[in-house]
């Protein structure tokens, strides 16, 4: 039987704080537009009552890629922008 340091040993992994933190440096200014636009999609799905499995289907994407949008993590495409606009009735991007 394994003792507990040989199990936390198989079960412990690096650290790899320093490439996320390089990752959110280097990525700041869509990271940051990003977590904007995933405030005002789930203030406007709030306002309708309305769920991210209701807005993935709208949008035609998979529950997954909502959830990540509403994370505000992810590197959105203008097509899916502009996809949020439409069917949330707001506008995302400003000239």
Excluded: C, H
């Amino acid at each position: 039987m394994n003792t507990a340091s040989e199990k936390l040993s198989t079960l412990s992994k690096p650290s790899n704080w320093k490439e996320k933190l390089n990752y959110q440096l280097e990525n700041e200014a869509w990271l940051d537009k990003s977590a904007d636009i995933s405030f005002s999609v789930l203030e406007v799905l709030d306002d309708l009552g309305e769920s991210q499995a209701w807005l993935a289907e709208q949008l035609g994407l998979s529950k997954q890629y909502v959830s990540q949008i509403v994370k505000g993590n992810e590197n959105l495409s203008l097509s899916t922008i502009f996809k949020l606009q439409e069917v949330l009735g707001i506008r995302l991007l400003v000239k």
